[in-house]
């Protein structure tokens, strides 16, 4: 069958204009995984992506009966609800394709999200591969689908759901995702994501490793798993040999957890002479001093810390399991061991005050960070947060669009207004990036022609959408 996948765009292109896209996409791996597996089964397949090609729906249909496609597959996540529903009503009404959803808003409302959108034919919970094949072999072969575990369906007019949850438990049995589905040239990353080009992403692992925060849904339902070592040099390879990728960005929720994994991989970087250089999310209490060194040494540059908070009551309200030393500690270790750092912060968490939130810009200060991020506090559906919204303050808008973390949809008790939690992380963004200690500390590392230019573009970024920038 011809199998096209829409990743949808944050807003849509309109006939008269364009709807800038920004920076820092980077290729959907999750749907390259499926997308492969479906080919080695000798499907045809094309994955359209929107965040980076401006297209009006007149041209994404043209582009769909281009391909000539018998069914189109969405990933939706909750803020793209709107516009994919948008896109899907135009398909049904003009092509009457079959369409598939998956991705996390659909794994938490795999039912509701036939009831609410006509258009939409199968939802997929869950992790997708195996549950995709199937459904697209069955489909082609008429198969009925009551056996296939994971999906909801309309059957005679009635929502049918096949309970289960889509998890591959040996990532390995998973094919290398191919990247001929993308036009890799068309990624753009952000200025702090990148050290030199060609560079592109990776997944070595799924799941989480603590899965308590309160603010992240569906994380306790995907346990930690991790694809070994030779599989990931193995990627790194074809990255290099096919692409001469020379700098990846590792997209796991968590890259350090326990030291064994990570040891292993930065040993056969070494050993087998790879020239990478890398960057990955990791927490403030999975890291040692140890540890990072060794990352330092085999290429890594960068390390992204989600550290929400510099008040520990309100790490311990959203069930962070960090303290603030644990913290410090985790920059200062990356600092010694030659890496930037980047911390990502969350303004307007449960039981926060203004005070509360200028303690944490107070401590994002005091880190020595290279970067830090100031997001807003979003109660996604199907979080802890989202249960408990009502007790420290209130959901100001269901907009799933507004559920980007840069809109405010939440406001705690101890604001006054929503204008009062705006100019906060206005302030956050100025006092950090405008401190003549951070100038200091981005020129003392200022090592090559690029290292200027991506801090160029990033004060041209924050200039533009992040310091002076309405809400």
């Not at 597959?73 to 899907?88: H, M, R």
């Not at 990955?280 to 540890?291: D, E, G, M």
């Not at 973390?405 to 405008?434: C, T, W």
């Given at each position: 069958m011809r199998v096209i996948f829409i990743i949808p765009p944050f807003g849509l292109m309109k006939d008269n204009g364009k709807i800038k896209q920004k920076m820092g996409f980077l290729p959907y791996l999750g749907l390259a995984s499926i997308a492969t597996i479906l080919k080695n089964e000798g499907h045809s397949i094309k994955i359209l992506d929107l965040q980076v090609k401006n297209m009006p729906l007149d041209a994404i249909i043209m582009e769909i009966?281009?391909?000539n496609a018998d069914i189109v597959?969405?990933?939706?996540?909750?803020?793209?609800?709107?516009?994919?529903?948008?896109?899907?009503q135009r398909i049904k009404k003009e092509l009457n394709l079959p369409i598939i959803c998956g991705g996390p808003h659909i794994s938490i409302f795999p039912a509701k999200v036939l009831q609410d959108n006509i258009s939409f034919d199968y939802s997929v919970i869950g992790e997708g591969e195996f549950i995709v094949k199937d459904l697209i072999n069955s489909i082609e072969t008429g198969k009925t689908l009551d056996k296939i575990e994971g999906i909801a369906y309309r059957s005679n007019s009635r929502i049918k759901t096949n309970h289960g949850y889509g998890m591959v438990a040996d990532l390995d049995k998973l094919p290398i995702p191919s990247r001929e589905f993308f036009e890799l040239e068309k990624y753009t990353p952000c200025p702090q994501q990148y050290f030199r080009f060609p560079t592109t992403?990776?997944?070595?692992?799924?799941?989480?490793?603590?899965?308590?925060?309160?603010?992240?849904?569906?994380?306790?339902?995907c346990q930690f798993r991790r694809r070994s070592t030779d599989i990931t040099i193995e990627e790194i390879k074809y990255l290099q040999d096919k692409y001469k990728i020379k700098d990846i960005v590792f997209w796991d929720n968590e890259f350090v957890v326990g030291d064994?994994?990570?040891?292993?991989?930065?040993?056969?970087?070494?050993?087998?002479?790879?020239?990478?250089?890398?960057?990955?999310?990791?927490?403030?209490?999975?890291?040692?001093?140890?540890?990072?060194?060794?990352?330092?040494?085999?290429?890594?540059?960068?390390?992204?810390?989600?550290?929400?908070?510099?008040?520990?009551d309100l790490l311990d309200?959203?069930?962070?399991?960090?303290?603030?030393?644990?913290?410090?500690?985790?920059?200062?270790?990356?600092?010694?061991?030659?890496?930037?750092?980047?911390?990502?912060f969350i303004l307007g968490l449960p039981g926060e005050t203004p005070l509360k939130g200028k303690q944490t810009i107070d401590f994002a200060i005091s880190l020595g960070l290279d970067y830090a991020q100031f997001s807003f506090a979003t109660p996604y559906p199907g979080t802890k947060f989202y249960d408990t919204s009502s007790k420290y303050g209130k959901i100001l808008s269901t907009d799933y669009s507004k559920m980007t973390?840069?809109?405010?949809?939440?406001?705690?008790?101890?604001?006054?207004?929503?204008?009062?939690?705006?100019?906060?992380?206005?302030?956050?963004?100025?006092?950090?990036?405008?401190?003549?200690?951070?100038?200091?500390?981005?020129?003392?590392?200022?090592?090559?022609?690029?290292?200027?230019?991506?801090?160029?573009?990033?004060?041209?970024?924050?200039?533009?959408?992040?310091?002076?920038?309405?809400?």
């Open positions: 009966k281009k391909f597959g969405f990933s939706v996540t909750s803020p793209l609800i709107t516009v994919v529903e948008e896109i899907a992403n990776m997944i070595t692992s799924r799941g989480c490793a603590y899965g308590r925060c309160t603010f992240c849904f569906g994380m306790s339902k064994k994994w990570v040891n292993e991989f930065c040993n056969k970087l070494h050993r087998e002479k790879i020239d990478i250089t890398w960057s990955c999310y990791a927490r403030a209490n999975f890291v040692n001093k140890n540890i990072l060194k060794i990352m330092a040494d085999a290429g890594c540059w960068n390390v992204y810390y989600g550290l929400e908070s510099g008040n520990q309200n959203i069930s962070k399991g960090i303290t603030l030393q644990q913290t410090r500690d985790a920059i200062k270790w990356t600092s010694e061991a030659g890496m930037e750092s980047r911390g990502a973390l840069e809109h405010p949809v939440f406001l705690p008790n101890g604001y006054k207004d929503i204008s009062q939690l705006i100019e906060l992380r206005k302030v956050a963004y100025r006092r950090f990036y405008m401190n003549p200690s951070y100038f200091l500390l981005r020129l003392k590392k200022l090592r090559r022609t690029e290292d200027f230019r991506r801090y160029v573009k990033g004060i041209q970024y924050l200039i533009a959408d992040k310091l002076f920038k309405s809400n």
